[in-house]
């Protein structure tokens, strides 16, 4: 059972290689799943793939925004101080 709680709430996306985990409390997961197939490290503050966490938020907001997945309201509030237009 999952509930949508402020601050316990999260949303995950996953490629073939890896998996992004995104909290509403602002915590993140970042797991190469080719090198770490029991995701035990997570890389989230690695400054080498920066760029692929940031892709993956990315895809993550996107198919939230675009599947209407009703976020938690915390979350939104503190997306839209973030993000002036964030219509979550």
Same mark, same amino acid.
């Given at each position: 059972l999952s509930i949508n709680v402020p601050g316990d709430f999260c949303k995950s996306v996953r490629t073939e290689r890896y998996r992004y985990v995104w909290y509403a409390a602002g915590h993140e997961e970042l797991y190469d799943l080719?090198?770490?197939p029991h995701a035990w490290r997570n890389l989230a503050q690695k400054a080498d793939v920066a760029e692929i966490k940031a892709? +993956?938020?990315d895809? +993550?907001?996107t198919w939230l925004a675009i599947s209407?997945? *009703?976020?938690d *309201?915390?979350?939104a509030g503190r997306h =839209? =101080?973030?993000y002036g237009d964030w219509q979550g």
């Open positions: 080719q090198a770490d892709a +993956l938020k895809q +993550l907001f209407e997945d *009703p976020m *309201p915390v979350a =839209r =101080r973030f």
